[in-house]
């Protein structure tokens, strides 16, 4: 099975900063698409942020110019830095991959994380 572990939540103010970070372990042969969604208290899901493997990126409207995703292929890792976040960031964070588990695995599966929260207030 996969793993997906992110980490880097909690709290800042407006304006501020935070990291999250994505690790994928456990039968990861190779991982096509990483990204970051999002769901806010009483909100659907939301796609925040997407990166291919050879590093093309997506991102809502909501969040172009202030989160920057990214990955390392070698380490099975996903980033997103989230600059200047305002109270509407306030949320939980998943990252999502989808992940070939062997060589010979003809299409790939889509895992996610537990979430992170985010908070953003002052």
């Known amino acids: 099975q996969v793993q997906l572990v992110e980490s880097g939540g909690g709290l800042a103010q407006p304006g501020g900063s935070l990291r999250l970070s994505c690790a994928a372990s456990g039968s990861v042969f190779s991982i096509a698409n990483m990204g970051w969604s999002r769901r806010a208290p009483g909100k659907e899901r939301e796609l925040v942020a997407t990166i291919t493997s050879g590093g093309s990126t997506n991102y809502a409207d909501s969040v172009k110019g202030r989160f920057t995703i990214s990955r390392d292929n070698a380490k099975n890792t996903a980033t997103l830095q989230m600059n200047s976040l305002k109270p509407e960031d306030t949320a939980v964070y998943y990252c999502?991959?989808?992940?070939?588990?062997?060589?010979?695995?003809?299409?790939?599966?889509?895992?996610w994380g537990q979430g992170t929260q985010v908070t953003v207030s002052s």
């Open positions: 999502n991959a989808r992940v070939k588990t062997t060589p010979r695995a003809i299409l790939f599966d889509d895992y």
